[in-house]
């Protein structure tokens, strides 16, 4: 039902804009022009029916610089990001309301597009996670400082989050997971195979660059990123494969809080959830105790020194977005090699996708009063109920099942929740501080806001009419734990 439900979305969203009978004539007529445009009749359909479908468009639509992949979807998305921008740049016009959505995203958007303004500020705003890091003397205070990290959304020793109960889909559960490397998956820190080495050289003298433009001379960055580098690369050796991580049974491992100390001591279990305000709970689900267990020697065994300027890399490096311009280049020319895109996206572009991740439902409510209306929304709502309804006649005329069985199916294809276009309640972004004064600032206060929203969850009845996907969002998902489609 998913992949039919988005086939029918993504074709009512390119089609759909038009409504009288001649528009919808013409909308007709364009979507057979723009197949029959794909076509390359060079090449033979019994040979390469792909090529012969698509090539066309393939040869006349270069993958842009800044992309990594490109097909007609980013032509729609693209089209929503000149929406958002226009939406922004008025919104920065108006002097809104203090705490209200306009407010929020004008501000939001005003600060992060001066350019100047970031460069004059350089690391002002992360001046006080930095001095807590120079701070740290012992394990306790190193733990202590991970879970201040750990709340402003920087990941250092482990993963964590909180999400339903695999197990009790009623259940919101604190999840660990494996964490604490840099590189997207632990087979990076050991294949031999060119690219990957290049990788790793690459990687490294990302980490002393960005040492360096914190304020380390040449020599000290160069020794502090090989300590880095040798530190993770101990973490990886006890993270599990990727085909691993895919077995559901064996990376789902609930135990008690005080359990916990089993697998790593040298965390004080109980402070460091006191610190992130995970409350409310007396278990935890641990993916990879393991992973775990060698955290517990590699906190032993690396200085406090190294676990400093460990600390460091990280939270510069996941800010890096927000620095001036040479720490954002710093990491774009790294994350080129993963991604395969070659050009910095502008920073118009670059600064929604920041927005969409610190607030996008925000901006959400903005985007729905200009493009997507109740009428519109009432739309799709009836594209939802009309796939439900073939769904039921084709259980009806089923001649394998039985009649027992069809009314069991029924109940569960009734059952599924259905959510289209924007929540029918919003989520309150009024406590979340939003400023034209610092780009750096506004980052943390929303990361801090989400931080608190999702540790508030534990202990309560799972709210599932939450929404996980932006109203600006193109895409459509299933989602199992609530048998929903949205």
Same mark, same amino acid.
């Given at each position: 039902?998913?992949?039919?439900?988005?086939?029918?979305?993504?074709?009512?969203? !390119?089609?759909?804009?038009?409504?009288?009978?001649?528009?919808?004539?013409?909308?007709?007529?364009?979507?057979?022009?723009?197949?029959?445009?794909?076509?390359?009749?060079?090449?033979?359909?019994?040979?390469?029916?792909?090529?012969?479908?698509? +090539?066309?468009?393939?040869?006349?639509?270069?993958?842009?610089?800044?992309?990594?992949?490109? +097909?007609?979807?980013?032509?729609?998305?693209?089209?929503?990001?000149?929406?958002?921008?226009?939406?922004?740049?008025?919104?920065?016009?108006?002097?809104?309301?203090?705490?209200?959505?306009?407010?929020?995203?004008?501000?939001?958007?005003?600060?992060?597009?001066?350019?100047?303004?970031?460069?004059?500020?350089?690391?002002? !705003?992360?001046?006080?996670?930095?001095?807590?890091?120079?701070?740290?003397?012992?394990?306790?205070?190193?733990?202590?400082?991970?879970?201040?990290?750990?709340?402003? +959304?920087?990941?250092?020793?482990?993963?964590?989050?909180?999400?339903?109960?695999?197990?009790?889909?009623?259940?919101?559960?604190?999840?660990?997971?494996?964490?604490?490397?840099?590189?997207?998956?632990?087979?990076?820190?050991?294949?031999?195979?060119?690219?990957?080495?290049?990788?790793?050289?690459?990687?490294?003298?990302?980490?002393?660059?960005?040492?360096?433009?914190?304020?380390?001379?040449? !020599?000290?960055?160069?020794?502090?990123?090989?300590?880095?580098?040798?530190?993770?690369?101990?973490?990886?050796?006890?993270?599990?494969?990727?085909?691993?991580?895919?077995?559901?049974?064996?990376?789902?491992?609930?135990?008690?809080?005080?359990?916990?100390?089993?697998?790593?001591?040298?965390?004080?279990?109980?402070?460091?959830?006191?610190?992130?305000?995970?409350?409310?709970?007396?278990?935890?689900?641990?993916?990879?105790?393991?992973?775990?267990?060698?955290?517990?020697?590699?906190?032993?065994?690396?200085?406090?020194?190294?676990?400093?300027?460990?600390?460091?890399?990280?939270?510069?490096?996941?800010?890096?977005?927000?620095?001036?311009?040479?720490?954002?280049?710093?990491?774009?020319?790294?994350?080129?090699?993963?991604?395969?895109?070659?050009?910095?996206?502008?920073?118009?572009?670059?600064?929604?996708? !920041?927005?969409?991740?610190?607030?996008?439902?925000?901006?959400?409510?903005?985007?729905?009063?200009?493009?997507?209306?109740?009428?519109?929304?009432?739309?799709?709502?009836?594209?939802?109920?009309?796939?439900?309804?073939?769904?039921?006649?084709?259980?009806?005329?089923?001649?394998?099942?039985?009649?027992?069985?069809?009314?069991?199916?029924?109940?569960?294809?009734?059952?599924?929740?259905?959510?289209? +276009?924007?929540?029918?309640?919003?989520?309150?972004?009024?406590?979340?501080?939003?400023?034209?004064?610092?780009?750096?600032?506004?980052?943390?206060?929303?990361?801090?806001?989400?931080?608190?929203?999702?540790?508030?969850?534990?202990?309560?009845?799972?709210?599932?009419?939450?929404?996980?996907?932006?109203?600006?969002?193109?895409?459509?998902?299933?989602?199992?734990?609530?048998?929903?489609?949205?």
């Amino acid at each position: 039902m998913k992949t039919l439900f988005f086939i029918c979305l993504c074709a009512m969203i !390119a089609f759909g804009c038009k409504s009288s009978d001649s528009e919808k004539k013409t909308a007709s007529v364009s979507l057979k022009d723009a197949l029959a445009a794909h076509i390359d009749t060079s090449i033979s359909a019994a040979d390469d029916f792909f090529m012969f479908s698509n +090539g066309r468009w393939i040869k006349e639509n270069a993958i842009p610089g800044e992309e990594s992949s490109w +097909g007609i979807g980013n032509l729609v998305v693209n089209e929503n990001l000149d929406r958002l921008k226009i939406i922004n740049v008025n919104a920065a016009k108006e002097e809104a309301k203090i705490g209200s959505a306009t407010q929020k995203i004008g501000h939001f958007w005003t600060v992060a597009m001066d350019s100047a303004g970031i460069e004059k500020q350089g690391l002002s !705003a992360l001046k006080p996670y930095l001095l807590k890091i120079d701070s740290i003397d012992n394990m306790a205070s190193l733990v202590g400082v991970s879970a201040a990290l750990n709340r402003i +959304g920087v990941s250092s020793l482990f993963g964590d989050y909180i999400g339903q109960d695999d197990k009790n889909s009623e259940v919101m559960s604190y999840k660990l997971w494996q964490g604490g490397i840099g590189l997207p998956e632990r087979e990076y820190y050991f294949n031999k195979d060119s690219s990957t080495q290049n990788i790793r050289r690459q990687y490294l003298a990302y980490i002393k660059s960005i040492l360096m433009l914190q304020g380390q001379d040449s !020599a000290v960055a160069n020794s502090s990123a090989q300590a880095i580098m040798q530190l993770e690369t101990s973490l990886a050796k006890s993270s599990r494969k990727l085909a691993d991580l895919r077995d559901p049974y064996t990376n789902y491992n609930k135990m008690a809080i005080k359990d916990l100390s089993k697998l790593t001591p040298a965390i004080n279990w109980p402070d460091f959830l006191n610190a992130i305000q995970v409350k409310n709970i007396d278990s935890v689900i641990v993916g990879q105790p393991e992973f775990f267990k060698t955290l517990n020697t590699v906190l032993n065994s690396t200085s406090i020194n190294d676990w400093k300027n460990y600390l460091r890399f990280r939270l510069i490096r996941s800010y890096a977005f927000a620095l001036p311009d040479t720490f954002g280049v710093a990491t774009f020319n790294f994350s080129k090699l993963l991604s395969g895109a070659n050009e910095r996206k502008p920073r118009w572009k670059r600064v929604l996708d !920041a927005e969409e991740d610190a607030m996008g439902e925000l901006l959400g409510q903005l985007y729905v009063k200009e493009f997507f209306n109740e009428k519109t929304k009432k739309r799709y709502e009836d594209l939802v109920e009309a796939i439900r309804t073939v769904y039921k006649d084709r259980i009806q005329n089923l001649t394998w099942m039985s009649d027992s069985t069809k009314q069991k199916a029924y109940l569960k294809l009734a059952a599924i929740k259905k959510k289209v +276009g924007y929540p029918d309640k919003w989520k309150d972004f009024s406590a979340m501080d939003i400023s034209n004064e610092s780009y750096v600032q506004n980052i943390i206060n929303a990361n801090l806001w989400w931080h608190d929203r999702e540790t508030d969850k534990l202990g309560k009845p799972v709210d599932r009419d939450e929404w996980e996907m932006t109203p600006q969002t193109y895409n459509a998902y299933y989602n199992p734990s609530n048998n929903e489609i949205v």
